[in-house]
């Protein structure tokens, strides 16, 4: 299996832009995240789907951000208009089923700089 | 506020030593998993031990967890070079019944092994 795939690796964008950032999780997986990661915040969980529907999207910071899961193969997550405050390393990760017991598995990550 | 927190934030060792880390929690736990991360790259899961384990061992690592005293700790036996990454503990303290999806991260341990 491929793993969790993420793209793109590195965006850099100017401030008022659109930023979409992609996941594909892995195949089977019916849970998934996506989290910022920030050297002052640590990781943060955004946005949680199981089976293709948000369950969680309290750890969305703004009305700016919001994300999408059309099918079970598929995620993005845009954000509108970003801010130099986004900047970040965004991850998307999926797991088996739901519960802390299932472990997740990460991609590689989206690195977003805003300037 | 965190609920999982490493100690030491930075560790610097020699090829061949162990390392420990060490992570503390502040409310009851299911479960408490540890991750790690390379310089780039999306985090790996390690292991995961549950609240009624006291230690579990996969290869070169073994994990405690004291619930009494609400920590654990993540020991690298024969440390080598590529142990080199920021190691995190994850827990899902804290969570409400309908919320036993959600994992907190510490701000990890950079972990630095010289050859």
């Known amino acids: 299996d491929a793993g969790v795939i993420q793209s793109p690796r590195h965006e850099v964008t100017e401030m008022g832009q659109e930023v979409t950032l992609r996941c594909k999780p892995i195949?089977?997986?019916?849970?998934l995240f996506w989290y910022r990661q920030t050297m002052m915040r640590g990781l943060e969980l955004l946005i949680y789907?199981?089976?293709?529907?948000?369950?969680?999207d309290s750890g969305m910071p703004e009305d700016r951000f919001s994300a999408k899961m059309p099918n079970a193969s598929f995620s993005t997550l845009k954000i509108q208009p970003s801010e130099p405050r986004d900047s970040a390393v965004y991850f998307c990760?999926?797991?088996?089923?739901?519960?802390?017991?299932?472990?997740?598995?990460f991609g590689p990550g989206t690195r977003l700089t805003v300037t | 506020s965190q609920q999982g927190e490493e100690d030491p934030q930075a560790l610097s060792i020699q090829e061949g030593e162990n390392a420990t880390m060490n992570c503390s929690y502040k409310?009851?736990?299911?479960?408490l998993q540890w991750y790690r991360q390379n310089s780039g790259r999306g985090l790996v899961h390690l292991i995961l031990?549950?609240?009624?384990?006291r230690e579990k061992h996969s290869g070169r690592l073994r994990v405690t967890l004291d619930t009494s005293k609400k920590s654990s700790s993540l020991l690298i036996t024969a440390s080598r070079a590529a142990d080199t990454a920021s190691y995190f503990c994850a827990t899902d303290a804290g969570n409400s019944g309908g919320s036993n999806y959600k994992l907190t991260f510490g701000k990890g341990t950079l972990l630095t092994v010289n050859p």
């Open positions: 789907f199981n089976n293709n529907v948000p369950i969680d």
């Open positions: 031990i549950r609240s009624n384990e």
């Open positions: 990760a999926s797991s088996l089923g739901q519960g802390t017991w299932y472990e997740q598995y």
């Open positions: 409310t009851s736990i299911n479960n």
């Open positions: 195949s089977g997986h019916n849970s």
